[in-house]
């Protein structure tokens, strides 16, 4: 069965402390890799899409990146609005246009 | 583009109750769907639209539960009657070809 989780559950820095985010996924036919950060009270807000080994994608203090078997989203010098929860979201060859969300991990940036 | 819109923000209702949760998708996108978060499961996908005609509603919980897409620029999702266990927060997303979703607020629903 096809399956995304993320880790660590929760996270919580010191502001300018950088770390990463993983995102990891058993897949027969990855189609696209997405990343998305949700705010109390909001919808998920779409950040990036990676779609194959190796690709990068960067937005202001974050990074994305991609391998076989997981995404890492790395945070570099964050702020404490930085803080929410983050959610990857796979998109499989048999899914059609379905997305599977991994749990997200929350994000504490502390001033 | 105002984005995804839904409504109501907020709803509480009695147990045994019909509920109906709107949604407006952005215009030109051609994929819709409605997901349930809760605290316990995440986000799970109920139901999806393709040009207004739903592809997989696998994942709605039982016959209480229905979706309808008349055209595309509206969606409903239906619960009759409600219960408790369907609280939860109902997002509303759309999506042209394999571009990320773009999600709604979501509509907070407590059942009493």
């Known amino acids: 069965e096809d399956q995304v989780t993320q880790s660590p559950e929760a996270l919580r820095l010191q502001e300018g402390e950088s770390s990463s985010l993983n995102c990891s996924y058993t897949?027969?036919?990855?189609?696209?890799l997405f990343w998305y950060r949700q705010d109390p009270g909001k919808g998920p807000e779409f950040l990036f899409t990676l779609y194959s080994a190796g690709e990068e994608k960067e937005k202001e203090r974050l990074k994305a990146t991609l391998t076989k078997k997981e995404s890492f989203l790395h945070i570099t010098a964050p702020k404490p609005e930085d803080s929410a929860t983050y959610l990857c979201a796979v998109q499989f060859d048999n899914y059609g246009q379905n997305f599977v969300f991994g749990p997200g991990t929350r994000l504490s940036v502390l001033p | 583009d105002a984005g995804v819109i839904q409504s109501p923000r907020h709803e509480v209702t009695e147990m045994g109750q019909e509920v109906t949760l709107r949604c407006k998708p952005i215009s030109g996108h051609n994929s819709l769907f409605w997901y349930r978060q809760t605290m316990m499961r995440g986000l799970e996908l109920l139901i999806y639209?393709?040009?207004?005609?739903?592809?997989?509603d696998s994942g709605m919980p039982e016959d209480r539960f229905s979706a309808k897409m008349p055209n595309a620029s509206f969606s409903t999702l239906k619960i009759q009657p409600s219960e408790p266990r369907d609280s939860a927060v109902y997002f509303c997303?759309?999506?042209?070809?394999?571009?990320?979703?773009?999600f709604g607020s979501g509509t907070r629903l407590t059942v009493v």
């Open positions: 639209f393709n040009n207004n005609v739903p592809i997989d």
């Open positions: 897949v027969s036919g990855l189609r696209g």
């Open positions: 997303a759309s999506s042209s070809s394999n571009y990320g979703y773009t």
